[in-house]
């Protein structure tokens, strides 16, 4: 019974690691996605035994535990070095209707008003300018998706897959959401500052503020810039987690073909 949950427990692992290299290149949906089942299966049914870091090796020698857990968190940094890839490039946020960042809710009752003196402009101009301090401040996650997957245990693993399709995803929101914040705030308020975005936030509101009869209205852009910037990477990190669960993948590391190239 004890080996037999072992057993149940690396297929957890093996099923999921498969599912999750298919951010890195895809194939044909029919035969490679029977192709990746069956490797996770194959693996299932030639592990047996063991305890510490040999635990699951097979009797042909086959991964164990360890290479297993290795190959998944080799697969989810490359996984969010994508994620981060994507929405750090030029417009990553700004031209992706999904993740693009608005102004903040009171701005846009700014906005909407400037529009009916021909000033909407102006806010369109602030809005472009928040979407590319989310843009620079992105690659910060790098390192702290790093640093969580190197933290996770093969426990976390089988909770992973144990759990709904965003597993993955909510595992990385709740080891990084501070962390990512904090290492991301003084960009975003750099970059705030070197595009213009708060003098053009000045020019905004001194223009609304010309307007008679308006209610005084504040935001904190650069909080706004960090809740949405996060909301994003965590969007698209969920996005890509789902979808790998089901599609087919090939290898492209050498542990990986190791893991499932056999």
Do not use: C
Request: a negative charge; zero cysteines.
């Amino acid at each position: 019974m004890k080996n037999l949950t072992k057993r149940f427990s690396v297929g957890f692992a093996v099923l999921i690691i498969a599912g999750f290299l298919f951010l890195i290149i895809g194939s044909n949906p029919v035969s490679a996605g029977n192709t990746w089942l069956k490797t996770g299966t194959d693996l299932l049914n030639s592990v047996s035994g063991g305890s510490g870091e040999n635990a699951g090796v097979s009797s042909t020698g086959g991964p164990g535990v360890s290479q297993i857990t290795d190959a998944f968190k080799e697969a989810l940094s490359m996984a969010s070095q994508a994620v981060v890839d994507q929405v750090g490039a030029a417009d990553g946020f700004n031209k992706d209707d999904a993740i693009h960042i608005p102004l903040p809710g009171t701005l846009e009752k700014v906005k909407s008003i400037l529009g009916t003196v021909g000033l909407s402009g102006m806010a369109d101009d602030l809005e472009l300018k928040l979407n590319r301090a989310a843009e620079a401040a992105a690659p910060k996650a790098k390192d702290l998706f790093l640093s969580a997957i190197t933290d996770m245990s093969f426990e976390d693993v089988k909770t992973i897959y144990d759990g709904p399709k965003d597993s993955a995803t909510r595992y990385f929101k709740e080891k990084m959401s501070l962390p990512l914040s904090d290492e991301m705030r003084p960009i975003v308020d750099d970059t705030l500052a070197q595009v213009g975005a708060v003098n053009a936030y000045d020019q905004l509101m001194g223009k609304y503020k010309d307007i008679p009869f308006v209610p005084d209205v504040k935001a904190d852009l650069t909080q706004h810039v960090l809740d949405k910037g996060l909301e994003g990477i965590f969007y698209y990190m969920a996005q890509k987690e789902a979808a790998i669960r089901e599609n087919p993948v090939e290898q492209t590391t050498e542990l990986l073909k190791s893991v499932f190239g056999r």
